[in-house]
């Protein structure tokens, strides 16, 4: 089989010692059109992954700036169609950035697992990772995913133990997602020296490379989590740009102060190495 | 499609991994994962172990008022002119409801494990107030979220959740109701994961809820039987309850799963009715999906969002259901009937005027089906209602329903 795009990525930045840097928004918000743009101009602003959010109605593992980027974009409308519209069009520009969908299962069992792999694959999209659904219930969304050659990302945690990451593990690809705080997205801070225990481990059970995120919000902590995982996400700090432009009036240009963020915080992590050295 | 098989051991359900049939499961992030698992394996080790079943039933016949009654309704059995209708009385338990049961267990549980601080969720408060009694009873600190709409027209149960010591954490995000005030509850149990136990109210969320909470609530089944072989020398025709989450339901029924002659009806609120978008029948009206742990009927649109329910009862206003009742649906061993609010309204009224007891309004949608049950089964039939609560909490909303100020 052919490497995949998060494959390719990783191998191109390990190859350049570098960290990824990983954007998180979440499609429609606060619009359509307004996510592609903010989309499209994210492999420029530096983001070597994109997690593209899929907007649910109970976003139960997500602190209060993305549960208000899904029900902005729930409100402007967004449709699971829409979502996977989205990557479609970001595909006919940029064939190597690999997106990863993250959400919650109901839409996507909603839509029937089969047939919402088929038209992910079609569109474009790499990964998936579905918060609310731990390895003990996941086989049949493997079985859809690995039919099309998508990953199905799996999220590890602090409680997860020696004796859980075989599960965890189990029929995964492309990367593993450790969770660094016990929380919702976007609240607690993570703690980079905490950190590293733990990418190591599962970096020696997977096989994988390891993206941290969760309470990574300035570009600080950004460096100080490049130098230990393999990947660092940030979501809600991105997010918050959006929510911050939106409260200032329409004046504010949400794509830019989205894609400043985002440069500044790919920075930090494309250089801590280099510095640290 | 072909209905499920009914199984031939209905104790030998939920399976290892928490499943009735298809539904149940534990959707949870993998943070919560290894709780649920340490829950699992704690609960197990409790409900073998005599010690901690004589310890709650100590506390239920001495704090909660257990056994109660099992009471003839003659005036409404006359009213309706069919089967014989007994009413278990939940209502006189401590706190008023049968919500209590659960929160005893839950609680010996919890400080069985350890755990030294306990959240909650409340839709129409009284699960929040029987976690705030038995918080105090026990002196650990209690957290009950509350959706702001609920804190809002369940103000008399605020104040008693915080009389009793309890903080009550208003949620705004959605909708502002019970399913939100979930969606918060898990989201302070994955952030505080070493010394929080999440006490649900209903026999929904990830396993090993539904099948423990329906454990604690099974007294009122067995009671039942045993009340009624007393009383009438054999097994009643048929069982009705409220189904909102459904923990007075699977209460109720569970016992009688393998008793075949017993039929059993669970009662959804169809709010302003089921043509609307303004109702909580899950099962009639839903269909299965994921949300809250659980596989289960769910409210949603055509794209997988979850709606907003809608009852005149607070309590039955969730757009889920407790898996077991999913699974007892599809395999056909209970049926499920639909009460609108208009109904509810007339039973919580006929209740009053001809038996002296004002029922809560999630138990007025069982006492609406009575006459449709009573015709079912005939002249010659018993029937067992489950009265879940008592409708002090609920004269406000009634009065405001029925155009008159108080």
Known sequence: MTASRIEKRFAALAADDRAAFVAYIMAGDPGLEASFEILSGLPAAGADIIELGMPFSDPMAEGPTIQLASQRSLAAGTKMADVLGLVRRFREADDATPIVLMGYLNPVLHRGFERFAGEAAQAGVDGMIIVDCPPEEADPLSDALEGVGISLIRLAAPTTDDARLPAVVRRTSGFVYYVSVAGVTGVKEADASAVAGPVQRLRAASGLPVAVGFGIRTPQRAAEVARVADAVVVGSALVDEIAGALAAGSNENVTERVLSMAAQLSKAVHLARVRNA | ?406
């Not at chain 2, 499943?19 to 994962?33: A, H």
């Open chain 2, 1 to 406: 499609m072909n209905a499920p098989a009914k199984p031939n051991d209905w104790s030998a359900f939920p399976d290892a991994n928490g499943r009735f049939g298809d539904y149940g499961g534990r959707y949870v992030p993998e943070t919560l994962m290894p709780l649920v698992l340490e829950l699992d394996r704690a609960y197990s080790e409790a409900k073998a172990d005599p010690a901690f079943q004589a310890e709650l039933a100590g506390f239920l016949k001495h704090y909660v008022g257990r056994p109660n009654p099992l009471y003839f309704a003659e005036r409404l059995t006359a009213h309706h002119g069919g089967a014989k209708i007994y009413f278990k009385r939940e209502e006189l338990n401590h706190t008023g409801a049968h919500k209590i049961n659960n929160c005893m267990g839950q609680i010996l549980l919890a400080m069985r494990m350890g755990k030294t601080r306990i959240i909650a969720e409340t839709g129409a408060g009284q699960h929040g107030v029987a976690s705030a009694t038995v918080c105090a009873r026990f002196g650990l600190p209690c957290v009950v979220y509350m959706g702001a709409v609920d804190v809002e027209r369940q103000k008399p149960n605020v104040f008693r959740m915080n009389l009793l010591g309890s903080e009550v954490r208003p949620v705004t995000s959605g909708a502002g109701t019970l399913k939100d005030a979930m969606n918060e509850a898990m989201r302070d149990w994955v952030t505080n994961v070493d010394d929080t136990y999440y006490m649900i109210g209903t026999a929904a969320g990830p396993h090993p809820y539904p099948a423990m909470v329906r454990d604690f609530q099974s007294v009122i089944g067995e009671e039942i039987r045993e009340q009624i072989l007393g009383a009438e020398g054999r097994l009643p025709d048929a069982l009705v309850a409220c189904v909102g989450g459904g923990s007075n339901a699977i209460g109720t029924f569970h016992p009688f799963l393998a008793d075949e002659t017993v039929r059993i009806y669970g009662v959804e609120a169809s709010g302003h009715g089921l043509k609307t978008d303004k109702h909580a029948a899950s099962l009639t009206g839903g269909r299965p999906g994921v949300l809250h742990g659980n596989k289960t009927y769910l409210l949603q649109d055509d794209d997988g969002q979850i709606l907003d329910a809608h009852s005149i009862s607070a309590g039955l206003d969730y757009p889920g259901i407790g898996p077991e009742h999913s699974w007892l649906h599809d395999v056909g061993r209970a049926k499920y009937l639909t009460c609108t609010d208009d109904e509810a309204l007339a039973a919580f009224q006929l209740c009053a005027e001809l038996e002296g007891i004002i029922p809560a309004l999630e138990s007025a949608h069982a006492i609406a089906k009575l006459g449709e049950v009573a015709r079912d089964v005939g002249k010659d039939g018993i029937i067992v209602m489950t009265l879940s609560g008592r409708g002090d909490k609920d004269v406000n909303t009634v009065a405001a329903a029925l155009g008159m100020a108080i």
